[in-house]
């Protein structure tokens, strides 16, 4: 079984005292230039949830449509949608039972959702069993995203689609020691994360193999501000915060929103 990431103890933990937390994930923010610091920190939560209605969006969900939210953490975006489309039949999916706990303690009898404890790369469906599948900033931490794309490309239905948020970095051009010390900091704080330095075009080569038609929207600059939050600059030491914010700021990293059709 694959191990879940070390972060989501702390969030567990925050979870277990009684914070309200629906999103692991960064913002999107529509005017992210005007932002300083504390602004951005306040407004992360709105732009958290901007970040998954985007990704909605991209959807183009119906009535009557089956929709697989793969590694659904605690079930934000589900519920969103179980309000915004209450015609849809919704399945929560996630490696680490705890936060289906945490989904289920919030809302223990959905009407229109279901929560499965399974392994992306693994999908416990059979063929063309949805018509809409959502990835929210967690196909980094899979085995292989190509193995994910295949199995997101055998659950969808013809004309289905996948939408999904994921960082691409590129490798910087620093001294061997800071690279190897950039990616051990990813790995202890936000592994799993096997293929840190995978490309754009390698992802569509795995899409295509799959049979999945990729558009690509970039949401680097409108994400940025997420990085006030979650490494400030006030901070001192390496953190992986840290390591992403640099890489964002030197042009070393993209994140990406990616809608994905089954042809």
């Known amino acids: ?8 103890d702390a969030f ?11 999103h692991v994930h960064l913002g999107h923010w529509d005017e992210p230039d005007a932002l300083g610091p504390r ?18 969006d991209l959807l183009g969900i119906r009535a009557g449509d089956r929709v697989l939210d ?17 015609g849809a039949d919704l399945v929560g999916l996630n490696i680490d039972a705890r936060q289906l706990a945490v989904s289920l303690g919030r809302e223990p009898a959905p009407t229109n959702a279901t929560w499965i404890a399974a392994d992306a790369c693994r999908l416990p469906f059979a063929a063309a069993s949805f018509d809409r599948l959502l990835c929210v900033e967690a196909a980094f931490h899979f085995a292989s995203r190509a193995a994910f794309l295949a199995e997101a490309s055998r659950v969808l239905s013809p004309g ?19 690279v190897a010390a950039f990616e051990e900091r ?60 640099e890489l964002h700021r030197t042009g070393c990293l993209r994140y990406l929103y990616l809608r994905l059709e089954k042809r």
């Not at 567990?12 to 629906?22: N, P, S």
């Not at 953490?73 to 589900?78: N, V």
């Not at 289905?160 to 800071?178: E, Q």
């Open 39 to 56: 602004r951005a920190r306040a407004t992360f939560a709105a732009a958290q949830v901007r970040l998954s209605e985007r990704l909605v």
């Open 70 to 86: 793969v590694g659904c953490g605690f079930g934000g975006t589900l519920r969103a949608l179980r309000l915004s489309h209450p």
């Open 160 to 178: 289905g689609v996948l939408a999904m948020s994921d960082f691409v970095l590129a490798r910087p051009p620093l001294p061997p020691g800071v």
């Open 186 to 245: 990813l790995e202890a704080e936000f592994g799993p994360w096997p293929d840190k330095w995978t490309a754009l075009d390698e992802i569509g080569r795995d899409a295509a193999r799959a049979g999945l038609a990729l558009a690509v929207q970039d949401a680097t600059r409108h994400t940025g501000p997420s990085y006030h939050t979650i490494a400030p600059d006030d901070r001192t030491g390496l953190t992986g915060g840290a390591v992403l914010r």
């Open 12 to 22: 567990l933990a925050a979870v277990a005292t009684g914070a309200e937390i629906d």
């Open 1 to 8: 079984m694959p191990r879940v990431p070390a972060y989501f």
